[in-house]
């Protein structure tokens, strides 16, 4: 296993998906996250496999699937990532909200951690910015 894992748009979708099912449902089925990703069952499974391989989920064959606590950590930046575009497209340019969520479910895939970090300042400062106006 490399220090530095390269995650597909996909892969990272399937922790985001199954930190979701996890949070709300405890744990994770094979059936829940083809629905929640609107695929075939039958294509989850090579995707489980490769997320067990690297050692990011708890994956058998027909039971339950759960992150591990380094692919948990993953799915939750990623999460985070979602929520902090979701938020800007919808309070800073006007987005309709389907559409942002659509949107930044795009652009978390892309953004690298330095800029995502540089993001999060700016969004920071215009939060500061816009508490000094109520004032």
Known sequence: MTKSLDLSESLE????TILHLQTTNTVARSKDIAERLDIKRGSVTGMLKKLAAQELINYEPYGYVTLTAKGEKIAKEIEKRH??????????????????????????????????????????SMDDCRHREDN
């Open 83 to 124: 929520i902090m575009l979701k938020d800007f497209l919808i309070r800073f340019i006007g987005v309709e909200e389907q559409k942002a969520d659509d949107t930044a479910c795009r652009m978390e895939h892309a953004m690298d951690t330095s800029t995502f970090k540089k993001f999060q300042a700016f969004i920071q």
């Open 13 to 16: 979708d399937y922790l985001e």
